[in-house]
């Protein structure tokens, strides 16, 4: 049996299981690990700036292609409790990701040793496992089983810790003869499908709703089939934007009290049957006011994770399945069904509802200065083409794109859902990026969002990871601002001061343009919406060119808001500004505004 240390056993498993990318930051207590990651080798490595950055690049990493699961590295103590954040954002939204730590000697974990903390122990609550490894001859089955639970049920992030004596302790193991454990997903039964599908003989105004689930299983082929298969319209949950593409004649908007549709509320407010497919029925897209949302429709929930059937609302209908399974046996029965002539017709209600898509639309054409932020995502649908892959995470500026961004292809959206980190986009854009080279990658980000997390452009530069990244700038907490609304105050929300470094750009303080030019990147400020999509054109360019990311700053009026609820009702949202009313208001809309 061949002898090697722990550590180098585990860079062998991780091979074999298919990793080829980690991002990291090494230090002592794991550069015992390092030492095999090079030695070993078969695995690049992306030298982060900040460990929570290393683990959002590992999670933009795994959303952006099926079957990835992206690593991140760190030392001790600081590093795992950073990498806390990627964890959790990782498990919110069930994506696969695995934390590697270093740690103190075992003999000095209950000493108050430099650095060592329980890391396994704050880690469990976002996380599928969290373990301290304490005899190196565990190390290959902790690891086997990390993938296993990785992939295993509802997908989310492991974290192992390495004491540095395990590590570098030898042991027998034979990479020759390891397999990985078979991975475990619940499957639907064809008798599930069948009941499941008997609701739509008593449908009129069916929907379904494509969940993040749908392209976790790399399933968004088959929903489509299934869609076109019996006429039904698709409503896509924000972490499921992308299974059906926007242009698609089935593809009936996105529904919510922030990131939907003024088209997708109508619809869905008038449907009678609805069957969620992968989806959590998150408040975002549920509200809060579970009646509206609810009242006078029969739902069936299709969901990879039995304790989530039932945990916001009780279905007519559960099944614990994986999406693919699911959908290969609903369109099985479906075929069949529509081959004996059981399905119902519902031609005229997907009528209905391209109808209210070409007429219930928001304007984006302004030509204020400074800009209102819906003429930038105009400009974003006309420079910004159906290849393009999105990445961001939460603020005024995702919800407004949710809204006037079009996205046709799955992994095209990469959203943090559930836990909405600031910071999270630069990095999780430059992991996105490491995965598919080939897909050009927009990030967005507003100014707060871009600040957290600013110095990993320069881990872009460095390793040469091109990318354009739109900054919609208006100095100030945009979406927090506009919550503290409804409380009667604006406070603490203010970012503007006069730089005096930069007098020119009057109270919008941060000089984002020469942060990001001393951090390696390029950039471009725009402050007349004419010359964003000149704007654009070029950050293409000068990102092939140069092949580091480029930042395009456009400078905001300091306050918009944006559509939403102000009473968190998915049946009670607010138009703060002027709807599109002719043609012109909205040109990129998906269909044109028929008035």
């Known amino acids: 049996m061949p002898r090697m240390t722990a550590a180098a056993a585990a860079v062998e498993i991780l091979k074999l299981e298919g990793v080829e990318q980690a991002f990291g930051v090494p230090g002592a207590a794991i550069n015992p690990f390092y030492r095999e990651l090079k030695n070993v080798g078969g695995i690049a490595h992306t030298l982060a700036r900040h460990v929570e950055g290393a683990s959002h690049m ?8 099926a079957g990835n699961i992206g690593v991140c590295i760190g030392t001790s103590g600081p590093a795992g ?41 704050i880690a469990k609550p976002v996380t599928k496992a969290a373990t301290t490894v304490l005899e190196a001859a565990q190390v290959p089955g902790v690891f086997q089983q990390a993938f296993h639970l990785m992939r295993s049920g509802r997908p989310g992030p492991v974290l192992i810790d390495l004491p540095i004596d395990v590590q570098l ?14 991975v475990y997903k619940p499957q639907a039964s064809r008798a599930q499908a069948e009941k499941a599908l008997g609701f739509l003989l008593e449908a009129e105004r069916p929907l379904i709703v494509a969940g993040g689930g749908i392209i976790n299983a790399d399933a968004s082929d088959l929903l489509v089939e299934f869609a076109e298969l019996t006429g039904i319209p698709v409503i896509s949950t ?38 969620g497919i992968g989806n959590r029925w998150a408040n975002r897209h549920t509200g809060y006011n579970l009646d509206a949302y609810t009242k006078g429709r029969k739902f069936v929930h299709v969901d990879i994770e039995p304790t989530q059937l039932g945990k916001i609302f009780a279905p007519d209908f559960g099944i614990a399945s994986d999406a693919k399974v699911a959908l290969e046996l609903f369109i099985e029965v479906a075929k069949e069904w529509k081959a004996e002539g ?32 819906q ?25 407004a794109a949710a809204q006037f961004l079009h996205v046709y292809k799955p992994r095209h959206w990469v959203n943090c859902g559930q836990a909405g980190p600031l910071g999270w986009t630069i990095p999780a854009a430059i992991g996105a990026a490491t995965a598919q080279p080939d897909v050009p990658v927009v990030a967005l980000s507003g100014d707060y969002d871009f600040q ?33 609304g409804g409380l009667g105050i604006n406070f603490e929300v203010n970012l503007e001061f006069e730089n005096i470094n930069t007098p020119e750009i009057g109270v919008y303080g941060v000089d984002h343009v020469k942060v990001a030019e001393g951090l390696g990147v390029k950039a471009i400020r725009v402050t007349d919406p004419e010359k964003l999509g000149e704007a654009f054109e070029e950050a293409k360019k000068l990102a092939q060119e140069f092949q580091v990311p480029v930042v395009v700053e456009a400078i905001l009026e300091r306050v918009t808001n944006i559509a939403m609820s102000k009473t968190v009702d998915m049946s009670d949202v607010t138009e703060f500004e002027e709807l599109a009313t002719e043609p012109g208001h909205a040109p990129t809309a998906i269909k044109a505004l028929q008035v």
């Open 58 to 65: 590992a999670e933009g990493y795994t959303r952006a292609q």
């Open 81 to 121: 409790t950073d990498m806390i954040t990627g964890l959790y954002s990782a498990i919110a939204d069930s994506i696969p990701i695995l934390c590697i730590t270093g740690q103190a000697p075992v003999s000095k974990l209950h000493k108050e040793d430099f650095q060592a903390v329980d890391i396994a122990t």
């Open 169 to 182: 302790t030898e042991i027998e193991f034979d990479p020759e003869t390891y397999t990985p454990l078979p």
């Open 238 to 275: 924000l972490m499921g934007w992308g299974t059906i593409p926007d242009d698609h004649e089935l593809a009936a908007g996105m529904v919510g009290v922030q990131t939907a549709h003024r088209y997708g509320n109508a619809t869905f407010l008038e449907s009678d049957t609805v069957i």
């Open 342 to 373: 059981k399905l119902p017709d519902f031609s005229a209600w997907a009528a209905s509802v391209q109808e209210r898509k070409a007429t219930l639309q928001r304007r984006t054409h302004f030509e204020n200065i400074p800009m209102k932020p």
């Open 375 to 399: 003429r930038v995502y105009e400009e974003m649908n006309k420079a910004f083409g159906p290849e393009t892959r999105y990445v961001t995470t939460i603020g005024l500026s995702q919800i």
């Open 452 to 484: 957290f997390m600013i110095e990993e452009l320069a881990v872009a530069a460095q390793h040469k990871v091109p990318y354009v990244h739109v900054l919609v700038n208006n100095a100030y907490l945009g979406l927090i601002r506009q919550a503290q």
